[in-house]
């Protein structure tokens, strides 16, 4: 059945609206990766791509201590994200794009005159790449507008951070490269999405800084260490995947959270 839904959802583009519409406006979110905040004591997270809060109100979930620094370049849902919160004085919201490299645009597409702003990113290319790998409808049928944002450089900032989420469709590396001052410095657990295009770099970028690569098992509530095998699987996978990055001399997790 769930097989069916997901064939069905990247075939009809009436549907995709309104999934999107409905998931992000009611905060849903299906990533149980964020589950692994309710493991560290005073979570103090970054949280770059924050949409409309659906990761923002998922970390609050799991657990209600988290102080959250939230980075959302389009304005629209930066003015969406801080109205939602607006009573929560441990939920901080930047109007930014992060990145080691100036940003000028952001590109969304639309489809019957409605934003898909899950699919937006700083890259058309990418984007336009995106649809086609994970849809099954033509490009032709939307239309690719974009927006001007305002960038910076993460460790412009200098926030004591323990976990670092990023969702960017496309410039994790950047936004890596862009805090590497502070990754060095406080060792936070990094969530991120697997991306094809830059995760060889990104693997080689923080490895160098004693970082390891996990996939979270939500059943038993640990960290499971990766081999090249399951690596390679992941690449073959067209369903979005988050992984963890998790620096071996951190102690934001206890070892018998880790395997």
Same mark, same amino acid.
């Given at each position: 059945?769930?097989?069916?839904?997901? @064939? #069905?959802?990247?075939?009809?583009?009436?549907?995709?609206?309104?999934?999107?519409?409905?998931?992000?406006?009611?905060?849903?979110?299906?990533? /149980?990766?964020?589950?692994?905040?309710?493991?560290?004591?005073?979570?103090?997270?970054?949280?770059? *791509?924050?949409? @409309?809060?659906?990761?923002?109100?998922?970390?609050?979930?799991?657990?209600?201590?988290?102080? +959250?620094?939230?980075?959302?370049?389009?304005?629209? !849902?930066?003015?969406?994200? @801080?109205?939602?919160?607006?009573?929560?004085?441990?939920?901080?919201?930047?109007?930014?794009?992060?990145?080691? &490299?100036?940003?000028?645009?952001?590109?969304?597409?639309?489809?019957?005159?409605?934003?898909?702003?899950?699919?937006?990113?700083?890259?058309?290319?990418?984007?336009? =790449?995106?649809? $086609?790998?994970?849809?099954?409808?033509?490009?032709?049928?939307? &239309?690719?507008?974009?927006?001007? +944002?305002?960038? @910076?450089?993460?460790? =412009?900032?200098?926030?004591?951070?323990?976990?670092? &989420?990023?969702?960017?469709?496309?410039?994790?590396?950047? +936004?890596?490269?862009? *805090? !590497?001052? =502070?990754?060095?410095?406080?060792?936070?657990?990094?969530?991120? %999405?697997?991306?094809?295009?830059?995760?060889? %770099?990104?693997? $080689?970028? #923080?490895?160098?800084?004693?970082?390891?690569?996990?996939?979270?098992?939500?059943?038993?509530? /640990?960290?499971?260490?990766?081999?090249?095998?399951?690596?390679?699987?992941?690449?073959?996978?067209?369903?979005?995947?988050?992984?963890?990055?998790?620096?071996? $001399?951190?102690?934001?997790?206890?070892?018998?959270?880790?395997?």
């Amino acid at each position: 059945m769930i097989n069916f839904i997901k @064939k #069905l959802l990247k075939s009809n583009i009436i549907l995709i609206v309104l999934a999107e519409k409905l998931l992000t406006d009611l905060k849903i979110n299906f990533e /149980k990766e964020y589950k692994i905040v309710s493991y560290i004591d005073k979570p103090i997270i970054l949280d770059v *791509g924050g949409h @409309k809060g659906e990761s923002v109100a998922n970390f609050k979930k799991f657990n209600p201590k988290s102080l +959250v620094y939230s980075f959302e370049p389009n304005l629209n !849902l930066y003015k969406k994200i @801080k109205k939602y919160f607006l009573f929560d004085k441990k939920i901080k919201i930047y109007n930014f794009a992060i990145s080691n &490299k100036k940003i000028n645009n952001l590109y969304i597409p639309y489809a019957l005159n409605k934003p898909l702003t899950l699919w937006a990113s700083f890259n058309k290319k990418y984007l336009i =790449q995106r649809w $086609k790998k994970h849809t099954n409808i033509e490009i032709s049928k939307i &239309k690719i507008k974009k927006i001007k +944002v305002v960038s @910076k450089k993460l460790d =412009q900032f200098k926030i004591k951070s323990n976990l670092l &989420k990023i969702d960017t469709e496309g410039s994790e590396h950047e +936004v890596i490269k862009s *805090g !590497l001052k =502070q990754i060095k410095k406080y060792k936070p657990l990094i969530i991120l %999405e697997f991306n094809s295009n830059n995760f060889d %770099e990104i693997k $080689k970028t #923080l490895y160098k800084l004693n970082y390891k690569v996990y996939n979270y098992d939500h059943s038993n509530n /640990k960290l499971l260490s990766l081999n090249k095998k399951e690596i390679k699987n992941i690449y073959n996978d067209t369903n979005s995947k988050n992984l963890i990055f998790y620096n071996i $001399k951190s102690k934001i997790l206890k070892k018998t959270d880790i395997n």
